[in-house]
């Protein structure tokens, strides 16, 4: 596949992408991460040559139609994970742990990321909450799972955040938004999530952690940024919150694509005879046009 118009070095180049790998871009090129949820997410973000495919729990709403992401389970994961796996991309491929497959105990925790490892094809998993999760994030770095953190605005806190609201805006919410990402960082991440935070916090995270920050309505001035796909596309029917930049408007061009060839085909001009199949033995269809039969195979 040409490179032509993407900004990254040829194929034969480019490394896989590895956690250590990612651990190591801290304070250099920023690094980006884009959700994709099946093969042809996976191939398109791993063309363009992102760092990280992340296969969010996102899925819930801009694939599944769900409300929220609490809706999606460990074997929806594990499909859509597959899925990607099998673009087979150079890109790091992270996998997020749904709501409820990390709070029960470390052992359930485990048992669970393992599957998205040996099932799924998942190199890392990503997991949502602070200071209460590193008992769990230990459990995983302790068999050689890396993961990902992410706090700020966590999606899977809806009920108990009572909807989805910027954090760490007041300054005790900083502190202690300050002290989950030392946490986080202290129990082994290999990189941060922040979502929906102040940009004046999330850098003074930046600063503070020795692990990447990954960001998404987190300003400027995190070591990366993530978006998710189907907002970037124009691909998400659903709310587009303010941080998204739409770099292009698929749905619009589908519908116009869909609606060209349902006037193609109701004027007759689809399938034209290139997209057509042909008898290699035309004398063939005597044999099937049997007088007093009105069978016509063939002909076009
Ligand atoms: O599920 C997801 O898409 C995410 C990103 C927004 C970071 O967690």
Redesign the pocket.
């Known amino acids: 596949m040409s490179n032509a118009t993407s900004s990254h070095p040829p194929d034969a180049i480019r490394k896989k992408v590895t956690a250590p790998a990612v651990r190591a871009r801290k304070g250099r090129e920023p690094l980006t991460?884009v959700?994709a949820y099946d093969f042809p997410g996976g191939k398109v973000a791993d063309q363009a040559g992102v760092d990280i495919i992340?296969v969010?729990?996102?899925?819930a709403n801009v694939v599944l139609g769900y409300e929220t992401?609490n809706q999606v389970t460990l074997a929806d994961m594990i499909h859509h994970t597959a899925a990607v796996a099998r673009a087979r991309p150079r890109a790091l491929l992270v996998a997020?742990m749904p709501w409820m497959t990390f709070h029960v105990s470390p052992e359930e925790t485990l048992r669970n990321a393992g599957r998205l490892v040996r099932e799924g094809g998942a190199e890392a998993v990503?997991l949502?909450g602070g200071a209460p999760r590193v008992e769990m994030i230990r459990k995983l770095v302790s068999a050689e799972i890396p993961v990902m953190g992410?706090i700020g605005l966590t999606?899977q806190s809806v009920h108990a955040a009572g909807g989805y609201q910027v954090q760490g805006r007041r300054l005790e919410d900083a502190r202690l938004m300050v002290e989950d990402a030392l946490a986080l960082d202290r129990a082994g991440v290999f990189a941060l999530?922040l979502?929906g935070v102040p940009a004046s916090l999330a850098q003074a995270i930046t600063r503070r952690v020795s692990v990447p920050t990954?960001g998404?309505g987190a300003g400027p001035g995190t070591d990366g940024q993530?978006?998710?796909m189907h907002d970037m596309l124009g691909l998400n029917f659903g709310h587009y919150p303010k941080f998204v930049r739409r770099y292009a408007d698929l749905s619009r061009e589908a519908v116009a694509a869909i609606d060209r060839w349902i006037r193609d085909v109701r004027r007759g001009a689809f399938p034209s005879e290139d997209e057509s199949y042909h008898m290699i033995d035309a004398a063939a269809l005597e044999l099937i046009e049997e007088p007093g039969t009105d069978l016509a195979i063939g002909r076009r």
């Open positions: 991460m959700t992340l969010g729990d996102s899925v992401t997020d990503k949502e992410h999606p999530v979502e990954i998404i993530v978006l998710v």
